[in-house]
């Protein structure tokens, strides 16, 4: 799959049919429904964005406003586009538009194992601080990091 002319874009209620089937072919039972999206885009504080190639969603990601803190709910890739950079791209934008807002402090949960996304977030500078036990389904611990913009 060519990454030419991938755009990053602010997500919008005509993306939540394509999300919401990346997002199940990326989390399956536990994955965000469209109406769930459709909730997060009414909510002020949340900000998503998509990345998109040829009118199509090829990925998406958002976080939470809070207080002077970004909370990054989600980040996800469709699988024919992973390891091109485009999740790159998608956290890029989400830091700079944290920036632009005087955020100060960024922060995600990921669960133990997901090496992909783990190693993503290392290399944005995200730093380990926590660990919640068995967050994930009673079973899988999250891991909490931390990056100060
Ligand atoms: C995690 C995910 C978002 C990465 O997206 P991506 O577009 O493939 O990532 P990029 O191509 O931008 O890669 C950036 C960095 O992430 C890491 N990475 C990405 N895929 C990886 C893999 N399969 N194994 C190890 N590291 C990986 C690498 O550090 C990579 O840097 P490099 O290219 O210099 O090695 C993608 O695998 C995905 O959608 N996974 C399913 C959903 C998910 O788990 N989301 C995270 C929830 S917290």
Redesign the pocket.
Known sequence: MDTQNIRIEKMKFEHIEQIAA?EKA??GQNAWSGALFYSELLDGNKHYFVAVKNNSVI?Y?GYAHILDEAH?M??????A???????????THLLQDARKRNIRAVT????EG??????????FGFKLEGVRKNYYEGKHNALIYWKIL
């Open positions: 990346i990326c989390f990925g990601g990054i989600n980040i996800a890739v469709e699988g586009y992973r390891k091109k950079g485009v999740s790159s791209s998608i956290l995600l949960e990921v669960r997901n090496d992909a996304a783990i190693s993503l977030y290392q290399k």
